[in-house]
């Protein structure tokens, strides 16, 4: 089992969805959580770090499941910009060792 | 603020060839990381400098090796390139460890061994 899994998509929606990736981690101990954006051909970008209590920022939701050991995120009112590839990070250490899933495509369409 | 910046953004090398990827930041981070990145893998961490003076293995280090040549600089070595070795490759810094406070990353070096 990988360390850090998700659902490669690609998720396909149309402008204004409300929509949810899931990153699944196999070590309970870990102890960071993170979200990045990659676009086509580019570097992966922070979007928000993940905590116990969940988070938001503006359209965009985070939220761990510590039991069920996975992390959320949620976009509302999707837009076509929000188009683009989103990487779960997880630190199971709190050390220097973050480990990447391989990402969720997503596409929204007008 | 230019941020994380890499280079060559390409490089084209043919096996049993060398080369050193550049990467400086200019955040005053402390610790600097290098990934690659391949279709369906993921970001593999090949090293990482907790802090100027030292480096670590990550997961993915053989055929590599780095320097950390000062705060700003750390650089990544393929002494004898090898098809495998084609990916994409991003240099990374972060304030601390990157548990608390995540990653910036440069734009990617793209890499193909022939």
């Known amino acids: 089992r990988k360390e850090v899994e998700q659902d490669p998509g690609p998720f396909n929606v149309p402008e204004g969805a409300t929509v949810a990736f899931n990153c699944t981690y196999s070590?309970?101990?870990?102890?960071?959580f993170f979200w990045y954006r990659q676009d086509c051909r580019k570097e992966p970008k922070l979007l928000m770090s993940v905590y116990s209590s969940g988070n938001e920022d503006g359209r965009f939701t985070a939220q761990l499941n510590r039991a069920s050991q996975y992390i959320s995120l949620l976009i509302r009112d999707s837009k076509l910009s929000d188009s683009a590839t989103y990487l779960c990070a997880v630190n199971p250490t709190g050390g220097f060792k973050t480990i990447f899933g391989a990402g969720t495509r997503l596409f929204v369409k007008a | 603020n230019a941020g994380v910046t890499q280079t060559p953004k390409f490089q084209v090398l043919k096996t049993g060839q060398s080369m050193t990827l550049q990467c400086a930041q200019d955040m005053n981070h402390n610790s600097m990381y290098w990934y690659r990145q391949d279709p369906g893998m993921g970001l593999r961490l090949i090293y990482y400098s907790a802090s100027e003076g030292t480096t670590d293995k990550g997961e993915v280090p053989n055929g590599y090796n780095v320097s950390r040549l000062n705060k700003r600089e750390f650089s990544l070595r393929l002494e004898s390139a090898a098809p495998s070795q084609t990916s994409v490759y991003f240099c990374?810094?972060?304030?601390?460890?990157?548990?608390?406070?995540?990653?910036?990353f440069g734009s990617g070096t793209r890499l193909t061994v022939v």
């Open positions: 990374a810094s972060s304030e601390g460890a990157g548990s608390t406070y995540g990653y910036t």
């Open positions: 070590n309970s101990a870990s102890q960071s």
